[in-house]
T-cell receptor, first 115, second 113 residues
Framework: AQSVTQLGSHVSVSEGALVLLRCNYSSSVPPYLFWYVQYPNQGLQLLLKYTTGATLVKGINGFEAEFKKSETSFHLTKPSAHMSDAAEYFCAVSTPSGGSYIPTFGRGTSLIVHP | DAGVTQSPTHLIKTRGQQVTLRCSPKSGHDTVSWYQQALGQGPQFIFQYYEEEERQRGNFPDRFSGHQFPNYSSELNVNALLLGDSALYLC????????????FGPGTRLLVL
């Protein structure tokens, strides 16, 4: 079984400030980890993913995440928030099952960016 | 390169009715998954289709059924609609050989009155 916990349903930052969105996962086997972003009334867009190899993963729009196995975490960061980053962010964990990968999503964190 | 497309974008139905949602996968993808996203929640897996067969299913009742066509497009059917079926329905596609990453469509927002 796999699960994802996103700490904080809402995160509020000022424009230009550091963005930190937290994600912890549970998995019985080495996982694949993902961050997706969802803008209002839209589908999910892949920000970045960790499969194997380097534990620091860089994604689109200046976001990055670090896989920490010992902490079972995959926190998302961005050095400087922009107004356009305001959106819902979802962390997901995926492991092989029945010949395919089905991601399990967290409940999401709404990022609010103040001018 | 066209991404995942879904139709319709919005739909209003009444309780007890039936609905069909449609999805065309990203070019080169052969696997389609469907998700239900209730307001304020993360997407919940409904089922996945590969080679025109349901390969995996989440914890959803039999009222939810699907189909995949030879061109890899897919339909999601929901019978006997309940108020609680109101949600954003997302389709995601992937390539079976590299299936750890799914690409999502814009979704169909269903409102059941």
């Amino acid at each position: 079984a796999q699960s994802v916990t996103q700490l904080g349903s809402h995160v509020s930052v000022s424009e230009g400030a550091l963005v930190l969105l937290r994600c912890n996962y549970s998995s019985s086997v080495p996982p694949y980890l993902f961050w997706y972003v969802q803008y209002p009334n839209q589908g999910l867009q892949l920000l970045l993913k960790y499969t194997t190899g380097a534990t620091l993963v860089k994604g689109i729009n200046g976001f990055e995440a670090e896989f920490k196995k010992s902490e079972t975490s995959f926190h998302l960061t961005k050095p400087s928030a922009h107004m356009s980053d305001a959106a819902e962010y979802f962390c997901a964990v995926s492991t092989p099952s029945g010949g395919s990968y089905i991601p399990t999503f967290g409940r999401g964190t709404s990022l609010i960016v103040h001018p | 390169d066209a991404g995942v497309t879904q139709s319709p974008t919005h739909l209003i139905k009444t309780r007890g009715q039936q609905v069909t949602l449609r999805c065309s996968p990203k070019s080169g993808h052969d696997t389609v998954s469907w998700y239900q996203q209730a307001l304020g929640q993360g997407p919940q897996f409904i089922f996945q289709y590969y080679e025109e067969e349901e390969r995996q299913r989440g914890n959803f009742p039999d009222r939810f059924s699907g189909h995949q066509f030879p061109n890899y497009s897919s339909e999601l059917n929901v019978n006997a609609l309940l108020l609680g079926d109101s949600a954003l329905y997302l389709c995601a596609s992937s390539w079976d050989r590299g299936s750890e990453t799914q690409y999502f469509g814009p979704g169909t927002r269903l409102l059941v009155l």
